[in-house]
């Protein structure tokens, strides 16, 4: 396991002995928090390599105290860790799952200032193999996100409940399924990324239902989630995430879980027609948008809402 250096000094000219390959990208060089590359928060998508088996890339990004970073380093190609240092040089969180397609923090600043992205490599791919970086300064609500920043909502929760009419929070409507709005009956939230990416909880809490379904029934039915996972969160709140990855679960029943916390890999499992994970949020067992209802931040996916 990899343990983030965190005992130098920001202001000192502290660095690391890095060999060039021919294929460096276009950030270089930035090896070490001094020579951190700025970067944008929002609806940007950096790309980035690690040029060899020492590199190790570091950005920076602005943010004030108390705002909330979520940092996202996903398609990654082997196994690479990223960790998060304060203005100081403080290391404050990591991520370094080990067997992970993404790498995930969300972190509230302890203070103002540039706060500094170090991405590595515990087992490298190569010089030409790319990997992905986004940032979002976004306000975490009473639930967290429960993919990465980069997946985006493919389906909201039709908050109409006539058949043949479709209502979403954001004031859309229509008669059919629009990407990126919700379609008729629908009941939960869809975010459409890829086979294996990353499913966190919601929130913390206490798992009380894991089902293991390998199956595919689009679209003769029946209609089920196929692998999936309940979470209790208390004050008679659910989250139910489905069509998860089979045999993928991480968490069994009464475990308990943080928020934020890796729980499965997306699939395409049970009444699915596509890799996506499907979240439903429950008030005392009645579903509810948690967008409409204010529970999740919105935004900072490309093409969330396109």
Request: proline share 4%; glycine share 10%.
């Amino acid at each position: 396991m990899v343990t983030p250096y965190s005992g130098y000094n920001a202001s000192a000219l502290y660095s690391l002995y890095t060999q060039f390959s021919t294929n460096y990208d276009g950030h270089e060089p930035n090896d070490n928090l001094i020579f951190a590359r700025p970067i944008t928060a929002g609806d940007y998508e950096y790309s980035a390599t690690l040029d060899n088996q020492y590199d190790q890339d570091w950005f920076k990004v602005n943010a004030t105290s108390g705002q909330p970073l979520v940092v996202d380093v996903y398609r990654l190609p082997n196994d690479y860790d990223v960790a998060l240092y304060d203005p100081s040089g403080k290391l404050v969180a990591y991520s370094i799952l080990g067997d992970a397609v993404a790498e995930h923090i969300v972190y509230n600043a302890s203070s103002s200032g540039d706060h500094y992205i170090r991405v590595w490599a515990w087992t490298w791919a190569s010089d030409t193999a790319t990997y992905k970086l986004r940032v979002n300064k976004k306000e975490i609500k009473m639930f967290s996100r429960p993919v990465g920043e980069f997946v985006p909502i493919s389906a909201f929760f039709d908050l109409d409940p006539a058949s043949g009419s479709i209502r979403d929070w954001t004031g859309w409507t229509g008669t059919s399924w629009v990407y990126g709005h919700a379609y008729d009956g629908h009941t939960g939230t869809d975010y459409a990324g890829v086979a294996g990416d990353n499913v966190y909880a919601c929130k913390a809490g206490t798992v009380i239902e894991v089902v293991q379904d390998e199956r595919n029934t689009y679209p003769d039915g029946p209609r089920t989630y196929g692998t999936y996972v309940t979470i209790s969160h208390g004050n008679n709140y659910f989250t139910v995430y489905g069509h998860l990855k089979y045999q993928s679960t991480l968490v069994a029943v009464n475990d308990n879980v943080s928020d934020n916390q890796r729980i499965a890999l997306m699939d395409n499992t049970g009444y699915s027609t596509g890799d996506h994970l499907h979240l439903t949020v429950q008030i005392g067992g009645v579903r509810i948008c948690p967008y409409d209802n204010g529970l999740i931040h919105y935004g900072g996916a490309k093409d969330e809402n396109r």
